[in-house]
């Protein structure tokens, strides 16, 4: 926000940046016995794919870069699971879901193609 780094300029950054957003919204359908569970899970992992895009892109190491974009790609498919399990529970319908839902699988997708080997982050 004030550093004004390189990672802020990618259309990934972008996305995730709406993803923490779009899961609060989601959560607060959910009944208040789930805050310290579910709820908490949830928002945590939200925040998580923008935080490990932003370091994983501050890093110079391939290696390292690449491995900081699986964190963040690991922690969208936590929101998918949890979002499964919200789901499964009767707490959200899939109309609920459809605005986080689209934008967790385009997350999702473009984290993909940043760990493919060969692939220079700069440019998603």
């Known amino acids: 926000m004030f550093l004004h780094l390189k990672h802020t300029k990618l259309v990934a950054y972008g996305l995730t940046r709406n993803l923490p957003v779009a899961c609060y919204e989601v959560v ?10 579910l709820t908490f899970q949830i928002k945590k992992s939200a925040v998580s794919v923008l935080l490990n895009l932003a370091e994983g892109s501050s890093r110079t190491s391939p290696k390292e870069r690449v491995r900081f974009f699986e964190i963040s790609r690991s922690s969208a498919v936590e929101i998918d699971s949890g979002f499964d399990a919200a789901f499964d529970l009767k707490y959200v319908t899939l109309e609920d879901l ?21 692939n220079d982050s700069d440019n998603d």
């Open 98 to 118: 459809s605005e986080a839902g689209n934008l967790l699988v385009s997350v999702f997708r473009m984290l993909c193609n940043m760990i493919k080997p060969g």
């Open 28 to 37: 607060k359908k959910f009944p208040p016995s789930e805050q310290f569970n």
